[in-house]
């Protein structure tokens, strides 16, 4: 029975703890007298490297859940993000969000979804691996019609894959038991009455277990005990980084076929972390977390310092069996989390000069009519500060140029975008992104929504001009 295939076994012995740290030694890593694996330079950049994506979807989908208030919930937004929104880094303003935080333990999830009056709507799935799956958008012609889509995953109790259920119009299998499902909608802002009904939409999105569909109680979802969230990932790699690990492989499907899925295995084998083991802190092996972190902290980085050649890349935010470790490694880094480059692109805005953007100083992009960004749907160019990722806070709550957010061409049907801690003269204030003056790096993203991918090929992002 699939309760007993999954049971998560609920001690570890003692021989088998013992059996574990002498494989570990044989792999290069050692024991201390106080217990402490020993490893490696080396051994530490790998273990973090094929643990980011996790750390990074870890962080971000449980620290949802607390924000919306727990699991099998639905949060619609009503206006677009400001710099009060932490729980992600490099979030967009340029769109509203559905988010569902699941729960699929206990049984299927059911989304019920409208048709929406939007030229841009896209649903995207994602769990603790940070493989991004997109099963409906408004490119695929999808939210047409109103439609239902159950969630599942292969531990769900109380479904069995390939069963149809009355009233269910499509099935989803995720890799995890845990997830975020996150509705993108373009709300046309700039047309109020428009606006206003897609809005009416998005609230209309309900969440429904397998058991509500069909009119009986929910089964109980029960408790479970979360390992602690941090405020950035470097929090996680240094404080509690075996008990995460332990919690996702307890909670995400591994392809026996799938290299990295394996290779992540192995990595965590030594330490006594694998699918099934309940975390023990006194019996499970022990690492120097403040080492963790430091190789973390080397390698975000190194991983940043490739956002002007990688945020461009159009190979991104891939399903599973799609993506290479080192670009999974750079999104979770940068992102953490986005579309596929089918549905959106997100190019940063190098400085003219090649230095990084500094709050100590005004910029200024321009694009004429012919450099505009090669989008079928939308664009915007949005303003964050670089270690943090975050907006900055102004009163006006303008973090971004674009349709939503607010934008004025000139005659030619160009624009120019101006980053300043004033509104310079003669700039309307649509195309003015505050800036508070300080000694502080800041970056720019470009997103474009729907690209014609084949015109992105020899299209140049725009520079910022130092003033």
Request: proline content about 6%.
């Amino acid at each position: 029975m699939k309760t007993l295939r999954h049971k998560i076994a609920q001690s570890m012995t003692l021989l088998a703890v013992a059996l574990t740290l002498v494989g570990a030694a044989g792999c290069g890593a050692r024991s201390s007298e106080e217990g402490v694996m020993t490893f490696t330079d080396d051994q530490f950049e790998d273990l973090v490297r094929r643990s980011w994506q996790y750390v990074a979807m870890y962080n971000v989908n449980n620290k949802g859940a607390i924000q919306y208030g727990g699991w099998n919930v639905v949060d619609v937004d009503t206006q677009l993000k400001d710099h009060t929104l932490q729980l992600i880094a490099r979030p967009n303003n340029d769109s509203l969000y559905i988010t569902c935080m699941l729960d699929l333990r206990m049984e299927p999830v059911i989304l019920d979804m409208p048709a929406f009056e939007s030229k841009y709507v896209s649903l995207m799935v994602t769990g603790y691996d940070h493989y991004v799956n997109i099963p409906m958008s408004t490119r695929q012609g999808d939210f047409k019609k109103p439609e239902t889509m159950l969630v599942f995953s292969e531990r769900t109790e109380g479904y069995e894959k390939g069963e149809e259920v009355e009233g269910v119009d499509r099935y989803f299998e995720a890799t995890g038991d845990f997830l975020s499902a996150v509705f993108r909608v373009m709300p046309h802002a700039n047309e109020p009455e428009r606006f206003e009904r897609i809005k009416e939409q998005m609230q209309s999105v309900r969440l429904l277990t397998l058991s509500e569909l069909r009119g009986e109680e929910p089964e109980p979802i029960g408790d479970v005990d979360f390992p602690a969230v941090g405020k950035t990932d470097l929090d996680l790699f240094g404080n509690n980084l075996l008990e995460v690990m332990q919690f996702v492989f307890n909670h995400t499907t591994f392809d026996p076929n799938n290299k990295l899925d394996q290779q992540l295995l192995a990595a965590y084998e030594p330490l006594g972390v694998e699918p099934g083991k309940m975390y023990d802190a006194k019996q499970i092996a022990k690492i120097d977390g403040k080492r963790v972190r430091k190789v973390a902290e080397r390698i975000e980085s190194d991983e940043m310092a490739k956002a002007n050649r990688l945020a461009a890349s159009t190979d991104l935010f891939q399903p599973k069996g799609d993506m290479a470790l080192d670009l999974l490694l750079f999104q979770s880094v940068f992102g953490p989390i986005g579309q596929p480059a089918i549905e959106a692109v997100y190019p940063a805005v190098t400085t003219a000069d090649g230095q990084a953007m500094n709050a100590r100083h005004d910029y200024v992009i321009r694009m004429s009519k012919d450099d505009m960004p090669p989008a079928k749907a939308f664009w915007s160019c949005t303003l964050y500060d670089t270690e943090n990722g975050f907006f900055i806070p102004n009163d006006r709550k303008k973090y971004s140029v674009g349709e939503n957010g607010g934008m004025k061409l000139d005659e030619d049907g160009g624009i120019e975008i101006h980053i300043a801690a004033k509104r310079p003269e003669g700039v309307p204030e649509e195309n003015w992104l505050p800036l508070n003056c300080g000694d502080y790096d800041i970056d720019v993203i470009l997103r474009l929504y729907v690209p014609d991918l084949e015109k992105y090929k020899n299209w140049k992002p725009p520079t910022a001009e130092k003033l």
